[in-house]
């Protein structure tokens, strides 16, 4: 029996690293995919580096002789597309590059593929976005729903999603595109709104930061947990036929909604108050701002209602979008950076203790 052999693009990401845990943990041989940086940003799969069958390779999304190379080398039974620029307010900011990654650095794969014959043998994953649906024209969204992109991070993955289906309908090759809302957990990026939320909860609460400045606190999103979508992506590939798939909770929750559940695991009970850019978050026991609205956070357009509908997945995939809870899915990143926060402060102590005793000469 022919052994399993994963290739993972952006496994230095949150969806890689548990996704690595997840394939080796059925068997398989993992590959990752990593850039070449002066750099090292692979604390989220450190623990991972030295384990059987785990290796990784240098190689570049923008770089299709690279990819080439690998995938011959690689000889992958299973290709997870994770990579790309993901955050859609970069994506104003760097339009191309998120193009050049996004959107041709797909085709850049199905490519690789097909130039190392392996059409018929190697099953591709591409991680799609519920960016697609942006300006939504239904609520929730699933596989029917049109798309209206709403910023160059979604036009990208939109290029994405059609050469998967293309390539899949030219060449018979058995390729798929996995529709993900909002997935987080306690590894997620700390630009991104959520960690962003959960870091100053744990922050304030602890004294270390003062107020928590987001933007549209009204924008609506499903929120599900990482590690529980990684394996409706593997699910996705062991179809007996190559379908797109929307990967959500079907459970819609507001920013506010985060900010407030985040601040109650930290100790701190917030009301908000105002409406729009006036809009503050104040802790009920003290009457301090805490959360404030910032006009420097909202995007040039914004999508404000994503909520998706996984019923395909559950019905053909046997998948359960229910087994992490929204609220157990914040306590997990709270009780993460709460944790994080502590040992932050343990390790500043330390330092200054440190230079204190080798200035007075103690320490040589």
């Not at 942006?134 to 929730?140: C, L, R, S, T």
């Not at 030219?170 to 993900?180: D, E, Q, R, T």
């Not at 229910?322 to 926060?341: G, N, Q, R, Y």
């Amino acid at each position: 029996m022919k052994k399993n052999v994963a290739l993972i693009t952006g496994v230095t990401g949150q969806d890689g690293s548990y996704l690595s845990e997840f394939l080796l943990s059925k068997g398989y041989e993992v590959h990752g995919l990593i850039r070449r940086s002066s750099v090292d940003f692979r604390e989220r799969i450190a623990h991972l580096e030295g384990t059987p069958h785990f290796h990784l390779h240098y190689a570049d999304m923008n770089d299709s002789m690279s990819l080439v190379k690998l995938v011959g080398l690689v000889q992958p039974t299973e290709i997870y597309n994770l990579a790309a620029q993901s955050h859609v307010q970069v994506s104003f900011d760097a339009p191309e590059f998120t193009a050049d990654v996004d959107a041709v650095g797909v085709l850049r794969i199905l490519e690789a593929v097909r130039t190392n014959h392996l059409e018929g043998t190697c099953r591709i994953y591409q991680a799609s976005t519920s960016e697609l649906y942006g300006k939504v024209e239904e609520v929730p969204q699933n596989e029917q729903t049109p798309f209206h992109p709403y910023s160059p991070y979604a036009v990208a993955k939109l290029y994405g999603y059609w050469i998967i289906k293309e390539y899949r309908e030219a060449y018979n090759m058995f390729c798929c595109s996995g529709i993900l809302f909002n997935h987080e957990s306690e590894r997620r990026g700390e630009t991104f709104v959520t960690r962003k939320i959960t870091l100053a909860a744990a922050r304030i609460a602890q004294g270390k930061q003062e107020k928590l400045y987001l933007g549209n606190l009204s924008s609506l999103r499903d929120w599900g947990y990482a590690k529980d979508y990684v394996e409706c992506m593997w699910l996705i590939l062991q179809n007996e036929k190559p379908e797109d798939f929307v990967i959500a909770t079907g459970v819609q929750h507001s920013v506010r909604e985060f900010c407030y559940l985040a601040f109650k695991h930290a100790g701190i009970e917030l009301e908000f108050q105002g409406e729009g850019e006036n809009e503050k978050g104040i802790d009920k026991k003290t009457g301090k701002v805490l959360v404030e609205v910032s006009p420097d956070f909202y995007r040039p357009t914004d999508v404000v209602n994503l909520w998706g509908d996984p019923s395909k997945a559950k019905r053909e995939l046997g998948w359960n979008p229910a087994k992490t809870s929204f609220e157990e899915l914040v306590a997990i990143m709270v009780k993460h950076d709460m944790e994080k926060v502590a040992a932050e402060h343990v390790a500043s102590v330390m330092r200054t203790n440190l230079a204190e005793y080798l200035e007075k000469g103690v320490v040589k």
